[in-house]
C-alpha cells in the first residue's frame, strides 16, 4: 500500500518506478491500489499550483537533521512557532506540517483556512483527529469552535468543509 502511495505521488526513484511498473504488469492487485491512490490524489492537481522550493529550504532541513541527531534522535520532536514552512494546500488553505511518522504512515499539522475557504467533502480511510486551535470550522452543519475537539473515524466521508471567519486546526490523521 504505501508503495502504491509513493509510485502516486511520485516520490520514488526512476529504478524503484520502473520496478513497481514491472510488478504491476503481473499483479493486478498492485496495479488497482496505484489506481485508487491516483484517484484520491487526482483532486489536490486541480486545487493546487506547481510552485518551486525556495533555495533556503534543503539547507532548513539539513540543520534540523543534524539537531535531531545532537539531541539523541528519535526521542522527541519539537517544533518552534517560527520554524516549520506553511505549505498551499488547496485555494484559501495552508498545512504546516509538525510530525510524520514514516513507520506508522501519520502526520501531525497544522491547517489555516482563510475567511471563506471551502474544501469539498472527503472520504477518510483512517480516523482523524482534529482540534480547532481558533476561528470557526463547519464540517456541513457542525459548527466548531475554538477548544472543539472532533474526530472522523475510517471509512467516514465528510461533508465540505468551511470557515467563515478562518480558523487554525491541528491535526493528526494516516498520511
Partial sequence: EAMAADYALGVMT????ADVERQMESDPELAAQV???QSRFAPLCE???EVDPPAELFASIETALERQSASGANQSVTIRNDEGRWLNFAPGARKKIL??????RKEAFFLELAPGCVLPEHDHEATEDCLVMSGDFWIGELELRAGDFHAAFVSSRHAPCRSENGCRLFIK???
Fill in 173 to 175: 490523521a494516516a498520511a
Fill in 47 to 49: 486545487v493546487t499550483e
Fill in 35 to 37: 489506481s485508487a491512490w
Fill in 14 to 17: 526512476q529504478d524503484a518506478r
Fill in 99 to 104: 510530525y510524520f511518522d514514516e513507520k506508522a
